[in-house]
């Protein structure tokens, strides 16, 4: 969800610096900042310190994690803490090159000198460039001129450093005894006899690679460190400037070197894989998760204090958000599995990273976890839901994948005091926690806030906050359980975690299944079912449930989750919905016993109005079961969102209680307040107390022949609002996307009105959800006013696309036949211009997954913007999608994504510049590098005028007032020409209308409101 963000597909927190004085505390204070008690690690750890992740491995998928930062130096028992990291993103990829030799002092072609070499501990060959050449690179700061965080790597005031580093080859022996076996190598196998066979098989090759980097620019390596493969001695340096005395170690690098062939095998110069977390998100998800004395504060500790961390860097800062690159989040999950299989670690993975779903459980991604994890069920997987919230059914992409755990983000009283000097008055979700509805997410929810580790060059601990941040907790509390069960004995598997996390979830008071899932975790509750489970052979024999039911927003017409939100369209008793729900087995059940297994189920509705039709059940073989329930429509509200499981239990085995809880079926009922003359398409609500971060829903169903939905919040002395009070409104679609855009909050003082319009054809049929959220920081509880309303309007022709100009100095002109097709009366101003021109085309991409256009900006039109839209079938492909501009120089001006299935970006001519050159780019991460073969999507460009052409309006009857079911004559004229537009654009605009009612007149329709744009597109 790459990290979530609005405005992505990818960044899934959002910082906030804050200076903290980290006053010298005991172990075990309360601290809220890092609220590792809130799951109930402090105390479980407390009860058995050899809990706390001992003998695991957290693997952060993420921007990198940084080795130099406080927390991230020892685990609780002493040893080093990051065991190894790697960069699959490619930002950190170096090409290399053979070096040239004068004098002892080693050249690249464009100049670059180091001198020095032969004065390292084990020195490169430098008279026998055949047998064992050595090879040169530079890492340059104009390289870093898209990276959003850091441009000075080595903080001395300028980028235009330049900083070499050699490669070469040596005998490992000459290697080992000049630097010794190396550190990583010695822990490693001193862990078990796996890790110890790995570390024996890899030091019988002959020779090693070495790096050298001039790390403070000087051209003399002298001094200098000698580098090996991370893992090996958990070596890293920082880029210095000794003449910039006040200059900070920013970050820290590491490095891996992968030799290169050609396709005939010949040896190529390699690839120095150089890792560094130079996004910062990483890092602070491992000190969630895992970290030990964060910040240098004794007892200051993520929630598995006591494990390992791995760093699997698969965003690439150099994209917005750190967006993955093809392959990269697969390449990461590939390692990780590897790892537990080559080194005998158990790993449990966090990735803070995703994208908006385009349809829930199908996405490349997330089918291929599933098949993983089927594969490797020691392997735990925990994802952030996403940050798409308030709106249902917004859970992203791979988080909802059944095999993952997916983590919402909770925010409690005592962590909005500590961090964000507010008062709530309950504890809640933040408001943009990602919703269930199509699938069953989240799984759990999970502290979402914290501050924790950061790299060097941000300035001061970091709060971040997002699901990016709950799921690291969670992700350290399976760390403390699978920590747990390793030193009981205990064989478990992927499915018992997430049930055992799921059945001892504690549920928060106030919200609803789609918002939490099974609760807060608990780590100790979730450790006493977890514990049943492992002594169970039943527990061992099937790894999860796949469930699926009828789904009418889905392209196949399934989803995991019965989710009924279409007008009149809920499957209402007498009608019956139906599961179908089948055992996904372990892998070391072999055929017979599958074919032969059998188990028995009983059931139990959460709701009255939820009614069981099956009685007990079975499973027999792989061939599933079917479950079958009914709506009871007489106990759902009249308006409103439903939201309840059925809990499938094990019947007749050797469980019990909650562990006895094998599976879960949601169900969802939406149903929407209509709009109609009785009404006169308008509703009132009157919203009372609503609590900080907390979110109060409406539901309405859009009226045929609608045109424009309006929105208006008010919180005024009028409507009882008190001074304390802070409120906005979100609105989505039938399927949780948003629209209407980012009004801002409501509040007395300042901001008593936030209007906002969704006019057509993005106003679609359906039930839409107006979400009223608090704001954290609220003084009060607020009460407010919202207020929908429709307009609804049939135009003749629905687009313009002739404006006829009968010779040369006439204007040019045409007519509109404008109709309101609901009651009242449409009193205001039509506006009319030609704005700019405009192209669509559909994009096809064959074997790539970049694709770039050039374009100009220049008086005529200095400003560009564009459009993107995939269809289902395409998104589904990715784990990220970025949408940049560039400058004449490269560098990114724009940067972005898609968000789901549409992307928007623009930029304009910059200030006392004639014209530019710029480039649009899209640059997609495919979850599977092959499926990069056919791809594409629509664009549409349009380029503004710097000065648009506007026409002149008239109403055929004189007066400019539309009367329901009266048909009037709009008459367009545009005296003025517009330029020509070069070939393959043509004329755009658009025909305004904005109501100005005066009896509908209130605090922020000064400048009247839109309720009907028809398009100017000219052939």
Not at 206 to 214: E, I, K, S
Not at 505 to 518: A, F, H, I, K, W
């Amino acid at each position: 969800m790459s990290r979530f963000s609005r405005i992505r597909l990818f960044s899934l927190s959002s910082v906030v610096i804050v200076a903290l004085m980290l006053a010298n505390g005991a172990p075990g204070e309360e601290w809220n900042f890092l609220p590792a008690r809130q799951i109930g690690a402090v105390d479980f750890i407390a009860l058995h310190p050899e809990w706390d992740g001992r003998g695991v491995a957290v693997a952060i998928l993420d921007t990198g994690v940084d080795a130099f930062a406080p927390g991230m130096q020892t685990t609780s028992t002493g040893a080093p803490k990051l065991i190894d990291v790697r960069d699959f993103s490619t930002e950190g990829d170096w090409e290399t090159e053979n070096a040239e030799v004068e004098d002892g002092v080693l050249l690249t072609a464009d100049g670059l000198r180091l001198r020095g070499a032969g004065s390292l501990p084990v020195p490169p060959a430098l008279d026998d460039p055949a047998g064992r050449p050595v090879f040169i690179g530079v890492i340059a700061e104009k390289d870093f001129v898209n990276n959003s965080s850091v441009h000075d790597l080595n903080d001395d005031g300028d980028t235009s450093d330049r900083f070499g580093f050699l490669v070469y080859q040596a005998d490992r022996a000459a290697v080992e005894a000049a630097l010794g076996v190396g550190k990583g190598y010695e822990l490693l196998q001193g862990l078990n006899e796996t890790a110890a066979g790995t570390v024996a098989a890899e030091r019988r090759s002959a020779r090693v690679w070495l790096v050298v980097v001039d790390t403070d620019a000087d051209g003399d390596l002298a001094g200098e460190k000698l580098l090996r493969d991370y893992h090996v001695n958990h070596d890293a340096f920082a880029l210095t400037s000794p003449a910039a005395p006040d200059s900070r170690e920013l970050m820290a690098w590491e490095v891996n070197v992968r030799g290169e062939e050609d396709h005939l095998g010949a040896p190529l110069p390699p690839t120095v894989e150089f890792h560094f977390d130079d996004g910062s998100h990483g890092s602070h998800c491992a000190g969630i998760a895992a970290g030990n004395d964060v910040g240098g504060q004794a007892g200051l500790d993520g929630a598995a204090p006591g494990a390992f961390v791995l760093s699997l860097k698969l965003g690439d800062n150099r994209l917005a958000g750190g967006a993955t690159r093809t392959g990269s989040m697969k390449k990461a999950y590939e390692y990780a599995a590897d790892f537990e299989k080559r080194w005998g670690i158990p790993v449990v993975v966090n990735m803070s990273f995703g994208i908006a779903s385009v349809e829930e459980g199908d996405d490349a991604m997330g089918e291929w976890l599933d098949k993983l994890l089927a594969e490797h069920p020691t392997l735990y997987v925990c994802t952030s839901a996403g940050n798409e919230g308030p709106g249902l059914s917004t859970v992203g992409l791979p988080a909802t994948a059944y095999s993952v755990i997916s983590s919402g983000a909770y925010l409690s009283r005592d962590t909005a005091a500590d961090l964000y000097n507010a008062r709530m008055a309950k504890d809640a979700l933040f408001a943009f926690s990602s919703r269930g509805g199509e699938t069953n997410k989240p799984d759990i929810v999970a502290p979402g806030s914290a501050m924790s580790t950061v790299p060097g060059f941000v300035d001061g601990p970091a709060r971040f906050n997002g699901t990016s941040m709950a799921s690291p907790q969670t992700a350290g509390g399976v760390a403390c359980l699978v920590s747990a069960a390793l030193q009981e004995g205990l064989d478990i598997h992927w499915g018992m975690i997430k049930r055992a996390l799921i059945a001892g979830g504690r549920p928060v008071p106030g919200l609803s299944l789609n918002d939490q899932g099974g609760g807060l975790v608990s780590v100790p509750a979730s450790w006493e079912v977890l514990r049943d489970l492992a002594r169970s052979r039943s527990a061992h024999d099937v790894l999860w449930y796949e469930i699926e039911t009828a789904c009418p927003f889905q392209s196949d017409g399934k989803a995991e989750a019965a989710y009924w939100r279409t007008p009149g369209g809920a499957p209402l008793a007498p009608e019956e919905v139906t599961f179908t729900v089948k055992p996904v087995f372990h892998p070391d059940l072999d055929p017979n016993a599958r074919d032969t297994f059998f188990r028995s189920f009983s059931f139990r509705s959460e709701a009255d109005w939820l009614q069981l039709v099956s009685g007990d059940r079975y499973i027999r073989g792989d061939m599933g079961m079917t479950v079958v329930c009914r709506y009871d429509g007489r106990k759902l509200p009249a308006s409103g969102a439903a939201s309840a499981r059925i809990v499938g239990s094990l019947d007749g085995g050797d469980l019990d209680g909650l562990a006895a809880r094998e599976f879960y079926l949601w169900n969802t009922v939406v149903r929407g307040d209509t709009f109609g003359p009785d009404n006169g398409y308008m509703r009132t609500y009157q919203g009372k107390d609503l609590a900080q971060s907390s979110v109060h829903r409406y539901y309405v169903d859009v009226p045929p022949g609608a045109a424009a939905m309006r929105v208006r919040l008010e919180t005024s002395s009028d409507v009882g609002s008190s001074r304390g009070a802070r409120v906005l409104t979100e609105i989505c679609d039938p399927e949780g996307h948003v629209h209407g855009g980012f009004a801002g909050y409501a509040w007395p003082d300042e901001h008593p009105v936030r209007d906002q319009t969704v006019l057509a054809p993005d106003l679609s049929t359906g039930t839409w959800e107006i979400n009223v959220a608090g704001s954290i920081t609220a003084a009060d509880l607020s009460t407010y006013r919202l207020t929908v309303s429709f307009d609804g309007y049939a135009v003749e022709p629905e687009v313009l696309t002739e404006l006829g100009r009968k010779g040369t100095g006439k204007a040019a002109k045409a007519d509109l036949t404008v109709t309101r097709s609901l009651p009242g009366v449409f009193k205001g101003e039509v506006e009319a211009a030609v704005q700019g021109w405009r192209k669509e085309r559909e994009v096809e991409i064959e074997d790539a997954d970049t694709w770039t256009l050039p374009f100009t900006l220049d008086g005529t039109t200095p400003r560009a913007t564009f459009r993107l839209v995939m269809d289902e079938k395409v998104g589904n492909l990715f784990t990220d999608c970025a949408v940049n501009v560039l400058d004449g120089q490269g560098k990114t001006v724009r940067a972005g994504g898609f968000d789901g299935l549409e992307a928007a970006t623009g930029v304009s001519l910059p200030q006392g510049t004639d014209s530019a050159s710029f480039t649009l780019e899209v640059v997609g991460a495919f979850a599977i590098a092959a499926d990069m073969a056919d791809w594409g999507f629509e664009l549409e460009e349009k380029y503004h005028f710097g000065r648009p052409v506007k026409g002149e309006v008239k109403a055929g009857r004189g007066g400019l007032e539309l009367y329901a079911g009266v048909p009037s004559e709009i008459s367009l004229s545009f005296p003025d020409s517009w330029p020509e537009a070069p070939s393959g654009l043509k004329p755009f605009g658009a025909v305004t209308f904005k109501d100005r009612n005066t009896a509908d007149r209130r605090p922020g329709d000064e400048g009247g409101r839109v309720v009907l744009e028809v398009p100017i597109e000219l052939e």
